[in-house]
């Protein structure tokens, strides 16, 4: 197995992870804030995850080629819907009490979405996250049929020239990788959750 | 008639109920009532055998419950529990064909026993049968709950706190609907509370228990003129063998479920717990939960500032009273402040309870009138 | 250029539909089979279940990719490799969904369903399934929108369906090919949803929907 592999693959993974959160949490926080449009985002998010990924990635191939820039597209676009409705959720269960009270404090919107709406929300957000991550490393694995590297090649070869081990290590490597993303990011979840009682 | 002979209960090593025995007659209202985990509501599911017991007979009718098959044996008994839980995938005439379905009852059969039962409790079939039960206020919900019971006829009842989620106005309606149901229909009832008021309106017979024990089996008024036992005299309230006014005390006209926070605490969640809980101020401890200060919703509104804590904002200069104090002095203190009321304090400085305006009512009232008080 | 295309590849076009359509219907029903009953025997075991629950958990990180090829290089090339992939595929999400599905329903209902004189299996059929149907549904939801999508994967090793167009598209770097298999497999994933979705809100008793 390819070590370089599985490092491009961490790459794919990270780099997608910071576009989803960024992205994510705009169209979460527009979403909250804008009833109307609210609808309109999610079912768009929820039509992207819906449609296959390969699909997905073929269509965004054709703009920007067989490229690490279409992998990372691709599992932006897959991993949106986690972040969005946990954003939403997240800011529209605060307690209309607190929001009250932090206008009564002067507060203006931002500040309030930024000191108080944002903490409140923010266990429910990294839930959100999480699912993300680990949805987007079992998306990577595409990204190797349109140019994308990370181990999603190492399996298509392994499969290719029939080689069961390194499609064990291959598939040993994803699955310990989620599991680490999962574990750690269980952690920080849980600490965020004690901190909110 | 419910016999219990030296029946005894425990989970793993923990003893519930030693040796219970007593019986119970056809067609007798029996509530038992007693303090948290006195074993009451182990007690009567005991009947239906939704708890084994370890040791000892249960007989209905003077057959061991045991003997009988155990979903044949509910189905012969009427259940109705607190959380109510009618099933919401059910509509009302569903569920209350439940038991009559597992009879196998024929459908005319069900149908006309539904009318008939909604019927008693006035809420017309065309218009409910229909509906789901989160269609329904919680006391409708519960109207159901007592009609599920009642299907298939059986000739005892068992409820479980049945009212004790209800506000106080729908529980007195359904107290009476229940009773003129039991006068109508003779059933043998056995209703576990925790509300002596309630058990007094409600019981031919009250059992009082205690630790697993029965302290006293008798009827209201016996119960009322005799108490068995100080904890049942401590129970049914200090206040009606006060008989003069002079010597009551704080400890007497106060409410003791009082809602206090720790004084680290951020403004921000004093807030949301006092919504919650519709209150308009907290009393503030400290961590040996010795009193500090008063908040209320406006100052926080006012000071507060997002991440402060509490005990920042707290207003110390607050009057209290102690728990012996005499209740005519702390009554004219509370009506010069300008609280909604008054913090009564133990002689460690921890809160016992607060005076409120209803709290002072309500222990006149008994006074006067001579009525009891769980309060 | 649609009209073109399709007057090349319409017939083809037609075929691959079908395929894919055969791959996620079998493998998702075979996958239900038995994610249903093992849901059930789960949710009535749960010492066993909190060892079992958490190993299915790691499975369902597993690429669905890696089932193909594991299960290609023992049975080779043909169409049950992939219906037995995507069927084990399939199984996770309804298994997990139909098991919390189960241990959520209110504990209070159970005991009334038990004060009224119901058996164990009365309880699961009247009131345990009519409560967990919402979360068994999403969960079949969730396996047959996934199973669209891996079974894109069956054209890697040459076994038709929705994804031979779009690989060999991108092999050649021919547009129109990507574009001719990608669009039909997302509208047939959303049309899968869209029915589901429908299925669900028939079969919904109202009690139980949400506003």
Known sequence: MALQNLIEHIQLVLISFVFTGIVGLILGIVGYNFKKVRGIILMIVDVLQTIPVLALLGIIMIFFGPTFTTVVIGIVLYSLLPVVRNTIVGLEQIDPAIIEAATGMGMGKFQRLVKVEFPLAFPVIFTGLKIAVVTSIGIGVFGAVVGGGGLGSTINTAIRIQDGSVLFQATLALVIMSLVFDFVMTLVERRLDYNRK | MIEFKHVKKAYQDNVVIEDLSLTINDGEFICIIGPSGCGKTTTLKMINRLNKINDGEILIDGENINNIEVNKLRQGIGYVIQQIGLFPNMTVAQNISVVPNLLKWGKEKIERRVKELLKLINMPYDEYAHKYPRELSGGQQQRIGVLRALAANPPIILMDEPFGALDPITRDILQDELKSIHKQLKKTIVFVTHDMDEAVKMADRIIFMESGNILQFATPEELLNKPASPIIKEFLGKISYSHNANDLTCADVMRTKVFTVNRKRKTLECINMMNQRDIGSVIVVDDDDKFMGIVTIETIKEKGVPGALIEEILDRDVKTVLINHNAKDAFDEFYDSKLDYLTVLNRNKTVAGIITKTSMAKALASLVWGENNDS | ?211
């Open chain 3, 1 to 211: 250029m649609i009209v073109s295309f399709l007057n090349e590849y319409g017939s083809a076009l037609i075929t691959a539909i079908l395929t894919h359509i055969k791959f996620v219907v079998i493998s998702v029903s075979v996958g239900f089979i038995i994610a249903f009953i093992l849901g059930i025997v789960l949710s009535r075991l749960p010492k066993l279940s909190s060892i079992v629950i958490p190993i299915l958990s790691v499975f369902q990180t597993i690429p669905g990719l890696v089932f193909i090829g594991v299960l290609f290089l023992y049975t080779g090339i043909q169409d049950l490799t992939v219906i037995i992939a995507l069927s084990i595929y399939a199984i996770f999400p309804i298994l997990k969904n139909t098991y919390v599905g189960l241990i959520t329903v209110d504990k209070t209902l159970i005991e009334a369903a038990r004060g009224c004189g119901m058996n164990k299996f009365q309880i699961l059929i009247r009131v345990e399934l009519p409560l967990a149907s919402a979360a068994i549904v999403s969960g079949i939801r969730m396996s047959t929108i996934y199973t669209v999508s891996w079974a894109v994967l069956a054209a890697m090793i040459g076994l038709g369906g929705l994804g031979e167009f779009i690989y060999r598209g991108i092999d050649t770097n021919d547009t129109a090919l990507i574009v001719g298999g990608a669009i039909p497999a997302a509208l047939l994933a959303l049309a899968f949803g869209f029915i589901i979705d429908k299925i669900q809100d028939k079969l919904t008793p109202r009690g139980l929907k949400r506003e």
